[in-house]
């Protein structure tokens, strides 16, 4: 692979390797998710030192053509300070979402925008702003990598949805119908067909976060639902940090 330069990137997580340097999986633009090793990161006196931080853009040189790249160069590009408190536990837990269901070097240009779009969300004083931004990333990430079925049709029979009908969203099945009187989350058909139409807008990100408000309650839990499904695991390891700090 040739040199690679001036690609924005973030930092999605980092190992210890040897004693002065790091392996670092990082979500480029261009390139989808990459591992690169930043040679003598741990050293006091690195550039790299200061700059290799999580949630914050990078604009890195890589190249070498080994599973794990070598990086060249890094610099921040500025836009935001660092989340803190629940905003910096959200940070994290799109960084794991990434890290399990992103591929190598599967670039989705797209999902980038939506996950600095989430992080400028993150950093930000909007507090409101915060479950809507995850829902849409979450929707983003699912409909980018190919595990979001399309969200105006039932997924078993493709028939148009009713606009008072309520419909939910299953790992197994897709978008199915449910009876009035079933317990479970679901939304009207009118709202799955307008996040649906927010996905497929030019800014689908914002188009999303604007909708989710409504019914954020009841999408959380489908969501959380399916991706847990896909990641194959029952809790992820942020979402039990959570719980475990809000116990305390």
């Not at 980038?112 to 829902?135: I, M």
């Not at 897709?174 to 939304?187: F, N, Q, S, T, V």
């Not at 009207?188 to 649906?196: F, K, P, V």
């Not at 030019?202 to 399916?226: G, H, N």
Request: hydrophobic share 45%.
């Amino acid at each position: 692979m040739k040199r690679v330069g001036a690609e924005p990137a973030y930092v999605l997580h980092r190992y210890d390797w040897s004693e002065s340097s790091l392996i670092l999986e990082i979500l480029t633009r261009h390139h989808g998710r990459v591992a690169v090793v930043a040679k003598g990161a741990k050293k006091p006196s690195s550039n790299f030192r200061p700059i290799l931080l999580p949630l914050q853009q990078l604009e890195v040189a890589f190249g070498g053509d080994a599973e794990i790249r070598t990086l060249k160069a890094a610099e921040w590009a500025g836009g935001q300070v660092m989340p803190t408190g629940d905003a910096l536990l959200a940070g994290y837990y799109l960084n794991e979402l990434l890290m399990r269901l992103l591929a190598r070097d599967d670039p989705h240009p797209a999902l980038f925008d939506a996950y600095a779009g989430a992080v400028h969300v993150l950093a930000g004083d909007h507090a409101e702003s915060l479950e809507p931004a995850l829902r849409s990333f979450e929707l983003l990430l699912l409909r980018e990598i190919g595990l979001l079925p399309s969200l105006n049709l039932q997924t078993l029979t493709m028939a148009p949805l009713a606009a008072g009908g309520r419909y939910a969203l299953v790992p197994e099945s897709g978008l199915i119908a449910i009876a009035d009187d079933d317990a479970r989350a679901a939304l009207h058909g009118d709202q799955w067909s307008s996040l649906q139409r927010s996905l497929d807008d030019a800014a689908p990100f914002s188009s999303t976060v604007a909708q989710i408000p409504a019914f954020a309650a009841e999408l959380k839990p489908m969501l959380r639902a399916l991706l847990h499904y896909h990641c194959g695991v029952s809790t992820l390891r942020t979402r039990q940090m959570m719980m475990d700090l809000q116990s305390l």
